[in-house]
């Protein structure tokens, strides 16, 4: 489970995520990606530890890529209470996306204001380096607010965080691994 901030105006993002393990261990982290220093940390509150790297690239963008078509428009509810939404489609390749391969769907909620994200899937193949792995994954979004009611909660990094980039071998043992996880770019994909 994870919970998400997006601040696109000031490029940042924050993100609290949860890590179950099949033997019923389970791990809290948090993630704040800055792109205007064009860093991330990685922070174990739990453990008090924090780990520097450079913000995962490409810069997310808050538009619907070129490549895309409509496929489907519809709507949930009525009256006062409907919400109009878009769904598309569009083809990733390896050369574009730098790991994917395959066929993406998203949908958008249509707003007056903004348009909003709803859910997104891909079926294809997750390239590990040239390594590649069948790969199918949904998502979606729930209690989606605009504005950010907490933002030392989501973007202030602890004082325990080192200044320079960490050495990602001489991560000390009690630290759960989480370099295996993909984490999630706020866009569409």
Not at 139 to 151: A, K, M, T, V
């Amino acid at each position: 489970m994870s919970t998400v901030a997006w601040d696109f105006a000031e490029r940042r993002l924050g993100l609290n995520l949860d890590i179950l393990y099949p033997n019923g261990t389970a791990y809290n982290f948090r993630v704040i990606q800055d792109y205007t220093t064009g860093t991330q940390f990685t922070i174990f509150e739990r453990y008090r530890f924090c780990a520097k790297q450079k913000a995962p690239m490409p810069e997310p963008e808050n538009c619907i890529p070129g490549n895309t078509s409509v496929r489907f428009r519809g709507f949930l509810g009525a009256g006062k209470d409907r919400i109009d939404y878009d769904l598309y489609t569009m083809k990733l390749t390896k050369e574009e996306t730098g790991n994917l391969e395959g066929e993406g769907t998203f949908s958008v909620v249509r707003g007056t204001e903004y348009d909003i994200p709803l859910s997104n899937s891909f079926i294809g193949t997750y390239f590990d380096g040239e390594t590649p792995y069948a790969q199918v994954s949904n998502g979606g979004y729930y209690n989606i607010e605009i504005g950010i009611d907490d933002p030392k909660r989501w973007f202030d990094v602890p004082d325990y965080c080192p200044k320079e980039l960490t050495d990602l071998t001489m991560i000390p043992k009690h630290i759960p691994k989480w370099t295996w996880i993909r984490l999630p770019a706020p866009r569409l994909f």
